[in-house]
């Protein structure tokens, strides 16, 4: 750092060492790079993460699995569900659970709602970071809708806690399913509205397009997943690639882009949530084929009986005493479980040894993956291009140092 | 499904490898190898750059630690082939003082966070890796947290009761 870097013979500059975050406005997260500046361009960084690490896979390992459950609504907290549900799913693949077809829905619908809140997260934020404030202020109304659903169904907005081992805690009330209805009808008019301000606005394509763009084969060999290893081309998506929760029976397209850029990820992400609403009203059309109040499967050794019954109830209160404190039977297995988070393969990494806590809890976070790239690949970039650039990997602080 | 079976995969290993191939097992459906540290660069380079098992994508490296055993920790790595859609997991142990393994970073650039989380953790030294440092935790850390010699206190301690602090 403060190298002289010598222009032309005849000039010297020196460098200027900038040190962007952890707490800067433009980081959305307590993360840093230390940058080497040469006037406004990008010579070199280093990034440097952890600030909010809490050791949840060491936590994990004293946890009985629902105990866990907070863990993982903490990593992706604009997400919170996929990684509820992501982990719910692994231990079910652990201990032989088989789900009900309604079930497979509901957490279908509630993934796809998540991964609409994230993105537009996303793209909002991506919009204030290019200099424009109101799309974002129209998305954040949307994500206010999604919280009120699952304030409907847990009782929580932000972490949300919403699922159990093998479903869902209660049923979806009436007023959850109307306003599932009612979000799947007016979302799409507003994302267009939203597209319409962004999508051909010159402004943005001139501060977007061409802008921190990588290629296919450099993004395979940092791991890359989700949207943005899409926006390289390459269409890869684990609920298409390893379908879990019934995500075979879902007719949809897997957006992809050319370029790679900041301009692709925001494409990709908005098809995306046009893509999660034609499942989500698929999701609705088949739950009217199934049989009602079905909403966990009939494991009692496994499920946490109903509240009124524990309070009622010695066999329940024995029951979910046992559950809660990890008395469970379980095999000595390993499993690896994935699914397609908002930003990526969230990966579950699971050693059992037949006792009351794992033995060994691995998070596959794809922010911690994808965010590695983001100091080489800012070399020689403006930085008023880096941070567009930062909101366009949509790196989550709770994800990347969990 | 995979458009290879876990068996093709594993003849091709053990064709190529013969005995270096430790064990192998599928654990939920998940075909898992074991292997020693001096040949895992070779079946890992050997496994992405085969045309047809393919396994171009390196998911995840982490570590455990299973102190009761000969070789106490473990580095394991999980990949995947795109083009075959299937999943393969290769576990290495190493000895407690001064595990040291072979880096992967020439193979994926990805390799090199994940090698330093797991170096971070587990005090795994990946040799000829570029930036060998911690990541998550802070610098000047003497110990590697994951290991299971470091248990986290006891939750119901008494002397953390809230009253004690007014709470």
Known sequence: MNQPVIVNNQERKETTTLNLGPTHPATHGVFQNVLEMDGERIVSGVSTIGYIHRAFEKIAEHRPFYQITPLTDRMNYCSSPINNMGWHMTVEKMLGIKTPKRVDYMRVIIMELARISDHLICNGILGVDTGAYSGFLYLMEKREHIYEIYEEICGARLTTNIGRVGGFERDFNDIAWTKIRKFVKDYPPVLKEFEELFTRNRIFMDRTQGVGAVDAETALSYSWTGPILRACGVDYDVRVNEPYSSYEDFDFDIPVGTTGDVYDRYMVRNEEMY??????????????????????????????????????????????????????????????????????????????????????????????INYQLYAPMSRGMLLSDAIINMSSLNVIAGELDA | MGKISNQVVLQKLSARFGTKILLSSEPQGLLTIEAGRNDILEILTFLKEDGELNFNFLTDITGIHYPERELPIGVIYHLHSFRNNVRIRIKVFLEDQNPSIPTATGLWHGANWMERETYDFFGVNFEGHPDLRRILNVDDMTVFPMRKEFPLEDPNRADKKDFYFGR
Do not use: W
Not at chain 1, 283 to 305: N, S, W, Y
Not at chain 1, 321 to 340: A, L, N
């Open chain 1, 275 to 368: 893509q999660s609403i034609r499942i989500i009203e698929q999701a609705l059309d088949m739950l009217e084929r199934e049989p009602k109040g079905v909403f966990h499967a009939d494991v009692p050794e496994i499920f946490l009986p109903p509240k009124e019954e524990v309070y009622n109830n010695m066999e329940a209160l024995i029951y979910h005493f046992k559950i809660v404190m990890g008395e469970v039977d379980s095999p000595k297995t390993e499993v690896y479980h994935c699914v397609e988070g908002a930003n990526g393969e969230l990966g579950f990494y699971l050693v059992n040894d037949g006792g009351r806590t794992p033995y060994r809890l691995h998070f596959r976070r794809p922010s911690f």
